[in-house]
T-cell receptor, first 111, second 113 residues
């Protein structure tokens, strides 16, 4: 079953913050975050493992709440280059590296 | 700069024709995934391999799709016969042993008329 992402779309002004949520109904082993720009391939951002710590990547960080099977991606002081569609990919416990991707969140950063 | 490569990048074909897409994973990666992306369904896993052995192809229509890894440097996805509903972008991704990170290729945009 596909994880649910919210919001579906968001428009920011440069410098603003955003949070993207990913929720699954299944017990998860890990959550992966990817960003895809129009016409390009998804690019790996970070992975959060069960029992692991919150991750950070420059001004992009993420958390994983194992009990709620939820993950959130935090984008701070957004830049124009952050525009794209963000996907979470969830791996179930015992899933063997098999990811199920969420519906995606379209993010647009404007001047 | 190691990258996953895919050929062709674009393919336009007529319904009923055979389509073969190729993927060269990053050297040393032992896990290869095939995904299909459409506006309606998003990113769907079709099949994946580890050490060239198919682990899961439950996402693939068995009657017309087939995936193989003839050797460690080549993965193929074949559709025969193709149908208009197969129009999509097909991505290949590969990963290192014992890690979860997947690196995506540029994709093959398939249009079936």
């Amino acid at each position: 079953q596909q994880p649910v992402q919210s919001p579906q779309a968001v428009i920011l002004r440069e410098g603003e913050d955003a949070v993207i949520n990913c929720s699954s109904s299944k017990a998860l082993y890990s959550v992966h975050w990817y960003r895809q720009k129009h016409g390009e391939a998804p690019v790996f951002l970070m992975i959060l493992l069960k029992g692991g710590e919150q991750k950070g990547h420059e001004k992009i960080s993420a958390s994983f709440n194992e009990k709620k099977q939820q993950s959130s991606l935090y984008l701070t002081a957004s830049q124009l280059s952050y525009s794209g569609t963000y996907f979470c990919g969830t791996e179930r416990t015992g899933g063997g590296n098999k990811l199920t991707f969420g519906t995606g969140t379209q993010l647009k950063v404007e001047l | 700069d190691a990258r996953v490569t895919q050929t062709p990048r674009h393919k336009v074909t007529e319904m009923g024709q055979e389509v073969t897409m190729r993927c060269q994973p990053i050297l040393g990666h032992n896990t290869v995934f095939w995904y299909r992306q459409t506006m309606m369904q998003g990113l769907e896993l079709l099949a994946y391999f580890r050490n060239r052995a198919p682990l899961d192809d439950s996402g693939m229509p068995k009657d017309r799709f087939s995936a193989e890894m003839p050797d460690a440097t080549l993965a193929t996805l074949k559709i025969q016969p193709s149908e208009p509903r197969d129009s999509a972008v097909y991505f290949c991704a590969s990963g290192w042993p014992n890690t979860d990170t997947q690196y995506f290729g540029p994709g093959t945009r398939l249009t079936v008329l």
